[in-house]
């Protein structure tokens, strides 16, 4: 499982533009968890899963007027839940 955090710029608080909404629409219909947050969007996947999410998600960004896309990918340690880290940082796979 990987945990995949994503910004869509240009950024207007409150009101996410096609750019933003466009993309997390891609990343939900490709298989992905999706958690909508005010500031950025997390979701979570299968390894399997996750590059055709990232294609997807920046395809679509761009596609719809994005101007800068940051992403934060991680691995998940198995059994744990969004936001719950069972492992310290150090000892992760």
């Not at 994503?6 to 997390?24: D, K």
């Not at 899963?49 to 101007?67: D, Q, R, S, Y």
């Amino acid at each position: 499982m990987q945990e995949l955090e994503f910004t869509i710029e240009p950024f207007v608080e409150g009101r996410p533009g096609r750019h933003v909404t466009a993309a997390v629409e891609a990343a939900t219909s490709s298989g992905a968890d999706v958690e909508f947050g005010p500031f950025g969007t997390t979701c979570r996947a299968a390894d399997d899963l996750m590059p055709g999410i990232v294609g997807a998600i920046t395809a679509a960004a761009f596609a719809n007027g994005a101007t800068h896309v940051s992403l934060h990918l991680s691995r998940v340690p198995p059994g744990s839940r969004r936001g719950d880290e069972t492992q310290p940082a150090d000892e992760r796979p």
